[in-house]
């Protein structure tokens, strides 16, 4: 059995960590290079860096911060916003990082998923999927929405169906990002994590929703998620990345401990 994981987000806008909730009211929190140099040094297992307006605002992501912040940490490195091509995601790789991030880009042209896992390989593209509580219908009969530009555009497209379709197309791990849970501190969107984990052989990452130890416990076991990402819980102070890893280790999860 793999280790779970715990990975910390850093949304990024204008160069600056930043937070919402439910993906509006955006505040800008500190200084993304020093946060993940202190993440780092915690114990993390991986970071994941987004670049939270680049898809909206039709623009490249910010290579230098990408670069600054690779150059303090030694982990995996995952990084996304704005990833329109192979050349946007060769860019990344040689600014420092790991793994790349589609999203926007990728639902509105699923190629972008086999060409990026052709040229940089299965393990290293990520599909970053934003996710809205819609309710079963026809046209999303798993109940969830696919949205896209940070959460700002409806697609019509069925998370389950795409999240399939991901996978198939060549992505090696999948970020599931719950609209409804973001921010909230409310725990983990448990039914679709699991919905989608158990219908998928790639990794799945939980998003949104961490407020304290036990929703990350909850996420990684009855979500059958594969790690949990946290933001808010540790960018303000609540709880260190740490103490967040012990308690999973103490709950009987195989977890890594430095």
Sequence with gaps: MLSKRVI??????????AKSVKFVDTKDIGD?????????????????FYDITASSDKRNIMLDVVEAVADQVFIPLSVGGGVRSVADATD?????AEKINVNSA??????????????IGNQNVVLSMDIQRVGVNPEQPSGYEIVINGGRTATGK???????????????????????????????????????AEAVRVPVIASGGAGVPEHLYDVLTQGSADAALVASMVHYG????SELKQYLHDEGLKIRIC
């Design 8 to 17: 910390a987000c850093l949304d990024v806008r204008d160069g600056k960590l």
């Design 32 to 48: 993304p290079v020093a946060k993940a140099r202190e993440y780092y040094e915690d114990g993390l297992d991986e970071l994941v």
């Design 92 to 96: 990344l790789r040689l600014a420092g």
């Design 106 to 119: 990728a639902v509105a042209r699923p190629e972008l998923i086999n060409e990026c896992a052709e040229a």
């Design 158 to 196: 069925d998370a389950l169906a795409w999240a399939i379709e991901g996978e198939r197309r060549g992505a090696g791990e999948l970020v599931i990002n719950s609209i409804d849970a973001d921010g909230t501190k409310d725990g983990y969107e448990i039914a679709l994590t699991a919905m989608i």
């Design 238 to 241: 609540d709880y260190k990345v």
